[in-house]
């Protein structure tokens, strides 16, 4: 089992084993100097211990996944690694962080032990009494990869999403973008590629997402909502919380991959970021879903978009029947759903049953109301 590291500043790989080296203890503040920054920056780290940020998520699901308890058939050899604290403290005063040469330091650890890793993974599989020399893991691993191009399967990039909506428009024709992040795999693998118990330990923020497992009717209504979807975003990760356990519950439910359509599952941010969602909700209708939906039609309104109704709130997938029952007095052309794990469903059946376009938005929402990000 691959263990949280706690006060490192990085791990180094000995024959697939994780050995912590620790960072030396900060020396003690001199005196007539406060020790006020430091101490600052240890108390916002145990208030931030409570929020659910995506590192927190994948400390949870790294310990189930790598049980003997896994239903399915993962990868084993995957190196986990944590994101530091680092990443969490904000700096205590204006200007530069404190932990800037920490999480530098915490970079070039893991780059030196993931370095270490391969070539002891490399140097397991040569043949008893030889060595290759000269020949980096690296080299290896390059020269491999050439035998599996065939098997690439390209991802659809953000100018192609756009397109493919911006026709769905033109044309009035139905079309959903799904995306599967850590919450919606695992909402899927409960019971199936996971036991309930190890689902549970992995997604105690799934609640929040609008999920309390066990809920084998959700886990259906997702699963049937991935097989109808017409553009699925999927991470691009390969560690077992993701494509690990993405394919295995693909293969699960009988759901072949290869004539999906997949894109990057932060395809919501990449509209935005290129500027492509802008030009997408020129002159169009738009519909916004969710329990923020009201908020974010008022920053969408306040740019020129026409903003036709807001639905809110969204109380799990019990509450999908009624959403979608209001979805259909409005006259939208697109509709933005941010409702947590349910979106994928009210997503893929908006195009389904009411023949409309709708986006996965998810948490772009919450950085478009908060102004983290601008919408223009």
Known sequence: MTRPLQK????????????????????????????????????????????????????????ALASPGMKGQL???HRIT????????????????????????????????STVGAEEEMGSLLPPYTILPEV????????????YLPRLKNLLRPDEVYRRLAESLNEKRPLSVVRLGDGELLALAHDTVLSLEHAKAA???????????????????????????DIIGIPSSRLPTYQGLLFPILRYYGIAYEPLLFTIS??????????????????????????????????????????????????????????LAEAAEYPFDIALVASGIPAVVICQRIAGELGKTAIDFGHLANKLISGELSYH
């Open 266 to 323: 932060t395809i919501n941010y990449a509209l935005h970021e290129h500027g492509l969602l802008q030009q997408l909700l020129r002159n169009r209708r738009v519909l916004t879903i969710g329990n923020f939906a009201r908020q974010l039609g008022e920053v969408l309104s306040a740019s020129s978009v026409e903003i036709i109704g807001s639905i809110a709130p969204v109380n799990g997938f019990a509450d999908i029947p009624r959403v």
């Open 8 to 63: 490192t500043a990085a791990f180094v790989p000995y024959r697939k084993k994780a050995v912590a080296v620790r960072t030396g203890r900060k020396p003690k503040a001199r005196r007539g100097r406060t020790a006020a920054g430091p101490t600052r920056m240890r108390s916002r780290w145990r208030e931030r211990g409570s929020s659910r940020s995506h590192a927190d998520r994948r400390r949870n699901i790294l310990p």
């Open 82 to 113: 944590e994101e530091g604290p680092a990443a969490h403290i904000q700096p205590s005063d204006g200007g530069q962080t404190q932990t800037d040469s920490y999480r530098e330091g915490f970079d070039m650890g893991y780059r030196a032990g």
């Open 75 to 77: 990868p084993e050899d």
């Open 136 to 147: 980096s893991a690296r080299e290896v691993m390059a020269a491999g990869l050439m035998q």
């Open 203 to 229: 997604g105690t923020f799934l609640p929040l997402a609008g999920l309390t497992l066990p809920d084998y009717n959700a886990r259906s209504q997702l699963a049937e909502a991935v097989r109808g979807a």
